[in-house]
């Protein structure tokens, strides 16, 4: 047996209708202005999930390259210094063979001697190079200069490494040991490269000039080698940053691509939907006008 439809029954059902398009037309009208398919998760739970996943990786990403820019700055600025060292230390070889070629007077070599211990003063000074406050050279113990200014030339700095996290589970060391250089100067009688050079100008001096086109000058080109080898490896630590910062790059361009395409709305298929809700709601008002009657003497009237 078939119940009897009563007005009451009517105006509900049309208003839950009018409420359900009211509805769509709000959630169109939010992706139409925020330019997103999702903007709460009760759009799409799935699609939600995604997206907090993406912009996780995303964030870590992000973190990633802030570390790999940091470490190339590092990097970059051991580099400019190791080759203001490496142009100073040709310089005092040219000095060293021109001292040993047996025609320079006591003047010249005294000359010499003085423009060497002025090159070590620049050296140490390209030794206490920083980057953001921070001495590059100096380990972890990157507040503290490595080298005094002066006579003393006894390495100040830490031995710790400097590490920077550039990917899942990578960590590069972007930290040189600039002590395995310079040495810890004469009276540590090291071979280091401070220790070299004092020894020169005081061989230049003393007019020791066998002792300057000898051991000096294998002991300098020596200490070449190691400043070589270590302008290498700081090239090393640069090339693979950058092989990093691309890497990097491409996720970043792939995440933020996907992530576009689980939550950024289409937005000529959301203006057409836009306009044809809005029809159908105004029409849906003009219909539920006619077929809920606004009082019992409407109903009679008619």
Same mark, same amino acid.
């Given at each position: 047996m078939f119940g009897r439809i009563t007005t009451q029954m009517t105006a509900s059902m049309t208003l839950n209708d009018l409420q359900q398009s009211l509805n769509r037309l709000d959630t169109t009208q939010q992706q139409l202005s925020s330019g997103k398919k999702i903007n709460q998760p009760s759009d799409d739970p799935y699609g939600t999930s995604q997206a907090m996943s993406l912009n996780g990786q995303l964030s870590s990403l992000n973190d990633y390259t802030n570390n790999i820019t940091d470490g190339t700055a590092w990097t970059q600025q051991a580099t400019t210094s190791l080759g203001d060292i490496d142009s100073m230390v040709q310089r005092v070889r040219e000095l060293v063979v021109q001292a040993s070629n047996g &025609?320079? +007077?006591q003047s010249d070599l005294n000359a010499s001697a003085s423009e060497v211990n002025q090159l070590i003063d620049a050296i140490k000074q390209e030794a206490n190079a920083s980057y953001n406050g921070q001495y590059?050279?100096?380990g972890t113990s990157t507040g503290t200069?490595?080298?005094q200014t002066g006579s &003393?030339? +006894?390495y100040q700095g830490g031995t710790g490494s400097v590490n920077r996290l550039i990917g899942?589970?990578?960590t590069l060391s972007v930290s040189?040991?600039?002590?395995q250089l310079l040495g810890n100067g004469q009276a540590s009688g090291d071979g280091g490269l401070l220790d070299t050079l004092r020894t020169i100008?005081?061989?230049m001096q003393s007019g020791n000039t066998g002792a300057i086109g000898g051991a000096d000058l294998k002991n300098l080109d020596s200490n070449f080698g190691t400043l070589t080898q270590m302008e290498a490896n700081v090239g090393a630590i640069t090339n693979r940053l950058t092989l990093a910062s691309t890497r990097i790059q491409q996720l970043q361009n792939s995440d933020t691509a996907a992530l576009s395409n689980v939550q950024d709305a289409d937005m000529a298929t959301v203006a057409i939907n836009f306009s044809t809700e809005q029809a159908a709601y105004s029409a849906a008002l003009k219909a539920g006008a006619n077929i809920v009657q606004?009082?019992?003497l409407d109903f009679l009237n008619n």
């Open positions: &025609t320079y +007077t590059i050279f100096s200069a490595p080298y &003393t030339d +006894t899942p589970n990578t040189t040991n600039i002590s100008a005081s061989d606004s009082s019992l």
